[in-house]
């Protein structure tokens, strides 16, 4: 029996029928990468969107939490990014098969381009997003990506691919808490179908000691955390 209620997340709608949930766990390399606080993640609290990327340094361990977790595959939905390091049509697909690889996984719920920017020299950063986009494509038409998207575009880096491919991001992954509102972009996405997903609801945890953040929570008897992610999610904004 669980030590506390499991988690019954809500979902949202990805523009090709996909339900992602709306609360996520990351596992940024920022925080450090904690093998007990991910399996009590997905054994007690009901966790079940884990998301990661390959930059972060930790494929591996998440596999084997996952496969300790005594969980199916199925119950999952994991969330990986590509790193610009790794742009470019055959460059991407290697590193999205690796990564698969590393994890012990057949494929990706949702896989995304981590940042506009390239670090590989050969043609522009559109010219290379094109590119890169294109072994994305392939990798959803195969089955090894159910959902494709990118992290930190903007709207002009959105338009640009728009024009340039065949299958419209279903995510943009962005940061997204009280002190980073990018209200434009959000609209911007609603319009065109594609999810806005936000990271880092704690600002790093510099919101937790905000003052008014902690007058709402003191007035709701809910920690600064909570106050913050439900802020997020509130907004049908997938939040981890």
């Not at 996909?18 to 007990?36: F, N, R």
């Not at 009901?46 to 990661?52: A, C, S």
């Not at 959902?147 to 419209?168: M, R, Y």
Request: glycine fraction near 8%; proline fraction near 5%.
């Amino acid at each position: 029996m669980p030590l506390v209620p499991e988690l019954r997340c809500s979902t949202i709608p990805l523009y090709n029928g996909l339900q992602i949930p709306i609360l996520g766990l990351g596992t940024s390399h920022d925080g450090g990468y904690s093998h007990d606080a991910l399996i009590y993640a997905l054994t007690e609290c009901g966790v079940r969107h884990i998301d990661t990327a390959k930059r972060y340094g930790c494929e591996g361990d998440l596999g084997k939490a996952i496969k300790e977790s005594g969980l199916d595959r199925s119950e999952l939905w994991l969330t990986n990014k590509l790193w610009p390091g790794d742009y470019g049509y055959r460059a991407a697909r290697k590193a999205c098969l690796d990564s698969c690889s590393q994890m012990g996984v057949e494929y990706f719920d949702l896989y995304l381009m981590h940042w506009p920017e390239s670090l590989n020299h050969g043609g522009s950063n559109r010219e290379v997003r094109a590119d890169t986009w294109r072994a994305l494509e392939e990798l959803y038409k195969e089955g090894v990506c159910r959902s494709i998207g990118v992290s930190n575009f903007l709207i002009n880096h959105l338009e640009q691919l728009k024009e340039d491919c065949s299958v419209i991001p279903h995510v943009n992954q962005v940061e997204y808490h009280p002190y980073q509102q990018p209200t434009a972009l959000m609209e911007y996405c609603a319009e065109k179908g594609i999810v806005f997903e936000g990271y880092s609801p704690l600002a790093k945890g510099q919101i937790l000691s905000d003052p008014t953040v902690r007058q709402i929570a003191h007035k709701y008897r809910r920690t600064p955390a909570q106050i913050c992610i439900r802020w997020s999610i509130q907004v049908d904004c997938a939040s981890f």
